[in-house]
């Protein structure tokens, strides 16, 4: 069953404003990980952040992670339209089941 | 960072017959490929964990004797599409470990194969 899901399904913001996305996921697990895809493209990893972790930054990315409610949010700063593309979470999960999970994604447009 | 990459980025074939689509690790040896399936706008279904040396592991519903996985060394998998028809048509990814074990580990993608059946 789908792992990640993420919210909104899109989102069309103008550039300078912040985007944030979300993601929650259904079992236990190692890390989380944002990832982006340009339009019939292959994906680019973001960010991964770690069970124990809480939240992390990578330049202007902010993840959060909130393990009791099983969910992340993707915080981009001061966008730009070079940011648009569809991002998604994927999730690892433990022990046998570790392998990675993708939610369906979200499309982020900004705009000029 | 690593490089992966997948060839061909995009092959038409016609209904019957088959496709083969490769995926390298250009810097770094990877024991283990996945290889995944997106439909338009959709996520990535993660199809088969390619091991180097071993068989391929698939996820319930893929067909083996369909989608036939090799991984012969540590830097190349293959997904072969048997007897292709348009059904078969989608975008196929690869990834790479970069090390031995998956746990905390990134994952580098190919560029992906746009595979159109016709």
């Known amino acids: 069953s789908q792992q990640g899901e993420e919210d909104p399904q899109a989102l069309s913001i103008q550039e300078g404003e912040n985007a944030t996305m979300n993601c929650s996921y259904k079992?236990?697990?190692?890390?989380l990980q944002w990832y982006r895809q340009n339009s019939g493209r292959g994906l680019v990893h973001l960010i991964l952040i770690r069970s124990n972790e809480r939240e992390k930054h990578s330049g202007r990315l902010r993840v959060t992670l909130d393990t009791s409610k099983k969910s992340s949010s993707l915080l981009i700063t001061a966008s730009r339209a070079a940011d648009t593309a569809s991002y998604f979470c994927a999730t690892e999960g433990i022990g046998a089941n570790s392998k990675l999970t993708f939610g369906k994604g979200i499309t982020l447009s900004v705009r000029p | 960072g690593a490089v992966v990459s997948q060839h061909p980025s995009w092959v038409i074939c016609k209904s019957g017959t088959s496709v083969k689509i490769e995926c390298r690790s250009l810097d770094f040896q990877a024991t283990t490929m996945f290889w995944y399936r997106q439909f338009p706008k959709q996520s990535l279904m993660l199809m088969a964990t390619?091991?180097?040396?071993?068989?391929?592991?698939?996820e319930q519903g893929v067909e083996k004797d369909k989608f036939l996985i090799n991984h012969a060394s540590l830097t190349l998998s293959t997904l072969t599409v048997t007897s292709a028809h348009p059904e078969d048509s989608s975008f196929y990814i690869c990834s790479a470990l970069k090390g031995f074990l998956m746990v905390d580990t990134e994952a580098f993608f190919g560029q992906g194969t746009r595979l159109t059946v016709v």
């Open positions: 079992t236990s697990i190692n890390n």
């Open positions: 390619s091991n180097e040396g071993s068989k391929a592991t698939y």
